[in-house]
């Protein structure tokens, strides 16, 4: 069992549980979720494993219920809906719907291991958010079992749908608290044109961060990223592709917008990044070229996860106050004496700084942890939040009620006790 005790986040704290159920209907979990409420027994849900927040981290004696086995994937191209069960990874949603001329846009960048359930359960974002939103967005019905072991539909394949509470909203982002999703409807959009992709560098990180404000004041591109120097050396390490590792900042822009709107469209971006003194602007609507550059971008985990131990932050602020957060991680890094990389979904203010440390260090630990709390001071202090679209999960808990207030926080803890009387889904985990 010793493969379902950690997510990616790698919960220090993880613990063994008691056993684990390799579901593979609904009717599987909502038999282990009985099994487990008659014995008051904690529940861990668990998809890909890939969560950066120790959500799906075991508890001692809990049991892990697996929905990995759960692969289907079903499109309806006329309604434009895919039917798929949680186990089913990003990727192969895509695929399916690709097959049909249509896409499903939301993208994170574990996109090729990641699965449709952990990314409804924490309501992930991806590159193509700034311009067409997040999981929720697509997400119009579910199948979801609660902690008694009842199946309950919500929602259904209609675009719009006022009638009732809006639960289906209530359990994206859920984090596996409220109950287990077995089943899910995703709205598809028709494919993506093909984009046009521009990569500016930037001696200065100040002027990158007012290029994205500047950027994001006129236009909506399909792609805004930025990437700090670290994740610029970082990659070039691994890729050898020729970034520039003087640049304090890049920023990789897409545009999908029909040919001469795209056109015009990154003709704009490159005035943009000209007027706030960008050391060097290239543009391309070769799909391979620009691929190459989304690929560097997303590859910014994986590289320096190559350097040390990874605590992967996932703040964001307003737009106005990204120059502002990303300039204070600076300043925590230098205090503490510790390597944090920021990489950005930087058209809608939500960074990724990845805070490289020595495991084996205790010193250089701690340090690490204390950088990783003031991170997140910072970013509610600047009116943010401690999560765009990673959850909350086990690492970011105590931060949950200086982020939310007494009164939001209560209200919280009210949903999830009127749902899960028992407290058995989940514990540890947001709440």
């Avoid at 490289?356 to 701690?366: C, I, L, M, R, Y």
């Avoid at 959850?391 to 009210?414: C, F, I, T």
Wanted: aromatic letters at 4%.
């Amino acid at each position: 069992m010793a493969g379902y005790r950690w997510d990616r986040a790698n919960d220090p704290g993880a613990g063994v549980p008691l056993a684990v159920v390799r579901a593979t209907s609904t009717a599987d979990v909502q038999s282990a979720v009985r099994f487990a409420a008659r014995h008051e027994l904690a529940v861990v849900p668990r998809g890909a494993g890939t969560g950066l927040s120790g959500g799906a981290s075991a508890l001692s004696g809990c049991l892990v219920v697996s929905v990995e086995r759960m692969r289907a994937v079903e499109i309806d191209p006329a309604t434009r809906i895919a039917v798929v069960e949680p186990g089913a990874l990003n990727t192969e949603v895509k695929a399916a719907a690709a097959e049909h001329g249509l896409w499903y846009p939301p993208d994170p960048s574990s996109y090729e291991i990641c699965s449709i359930g952990g990314n409804v359960a924490t309501n992930a974002g991806g590159l193509c958010c700034v311009k067409y939103g997040v999981t929720s967005d697509y997400v119009l019905g579910m199948t979801v079992v609660l902690a008694d072991g009842t199946a309950v539909e919500l929602g259904g394949p209609r675009l719009k749908d006022a009638a009732g509470l809006s639960l289906t909203k209530l359990f994206v982002g859920s984090e596996g608290t409220l109950g287990i999703i077995t089943r899910v409807l995703l709205r598809l959009v028709p494919a993506q044109r093909p984009p046009c992709t521009l990569v500016a560098t930037f001696a200065s990180l100040d002027d990158a961060t007012r290029t994205v404000l500047d950027l994001t004041r006129t236009m909506r591109p399909a792609m805004l990223e930025l990437m700090d120097r670290t994740s610029i050396n970082a990659v070039e390490d691994v890729t050898m592709m020729g970034l520039d590792r003087t640049a304090e900042a890049m920023l990789v822009v897409q545009s999908d917008e029909p040919a001469t709107h795209g056109v015009a469209e990154i003709a704009e971006v490159t005035a943009i990044c000209q007027a706030n003194h960008s050391t060097e602007v290239f543009s391309t609507d070769d799909a391979e070229t620009g691929e190459a550059f989304v690929v560097a971008r997303r590859m910014v985990i994986p590289s320096l996860e190559r350097q040390g131990s990874l605590l992967l932050e996932d703040v964001g602020v307003p737009v106005p106050q990204l120059g502002a957060l990303v300039r204070g991680i600076e300043a925590i890094a230098e205090e503490h004496v510790i390597t944090v990389a920021v990489v950005a979904h930087a058209g809608d203010g939500n960074t990724h700084p990845l805070i490289v440390f020595d495991a084996s260090d205790p010193d250089e630990s701690a340090r690490a942890q204390a950088a990783y709390g003031q991170i997140m001071d910072l970013a509610i202090g600047l009116g943010g939040t401690i999560t765009g679209e990673h959850g909350v999960g086990r690492l970011k808990k105590d931060w949950l009620p200086a982020y939310l207030g007494p009164e939001a926080m209560d209200l919280n803890r009210r949903v999830k006790a009127a749902l899960d009387p028992q407290g058995i889904l989940n514990p540890g985990a947001v709440f």
